[in-house]
């Protein structure tokens, strides 16, 4: 059983940064790969990214590659995803997400984060 919980979200300029962070608790952490979808209002949620249970495998929807980096910290139970060179378009309540199967971290993860709104202003 994994449990997920979602800060660092807030409001910034476009072009700004921000660090979302997700804590895991669970003996499993560090077997479970992980990622990060979001929602936009009047949108479905979309897959963000995704990474390995140890870390070596990161995925990436197009519109974010190069802005975005998903690490984690299993020491720490933690994921993060930096965000930079933010856009309006980025705006959505940002979802964590985790699942033993790595294909379902990207197509439909069996463990949810509550979520943290991320607002980009232009």
């Known amino acids: 059983q994994v449990h997920l919980v979602e800060s660092g979200g807030g409001l910034v300029q476009a072009g700004g940064s921000l660090r979302l962070s997700c804590a895991a608790s669970g003996r499993t952490f560090s077997r479970y790969p992980m990622g990060w979808f979001r929602q936009a209002p009047g949108k479905e949620r979309e897959f963000v990214a995704a990474?390995?249970?140890?870390?070596?495998?990161?995925y990436y929807t197009d519109s974010v590659k190069g802005r975005f980096t998903i690490s984690r910290d299993n020491a720490k139970n933690t994921m993060y995803l930096q965000m930079n060179s933010l856009k309006p378009e980025d705006t959505a309540v940002y979802y964590c997400?985790?699942?033993?199967?790595?294909?379902?971290?990207?197509?439909?993860?069996?463990?949810w984060g509550q979520g943290t709104q991320v607002t980009v202003s232009s």
């Open positions: 990474i390995s249970g140890g870390g070596a495998g990161t």
């Open positions: 997400a985790a699942d033993p199967n790595i294909d379902k971290v990207v197509t439909g993860p069996g463990y």
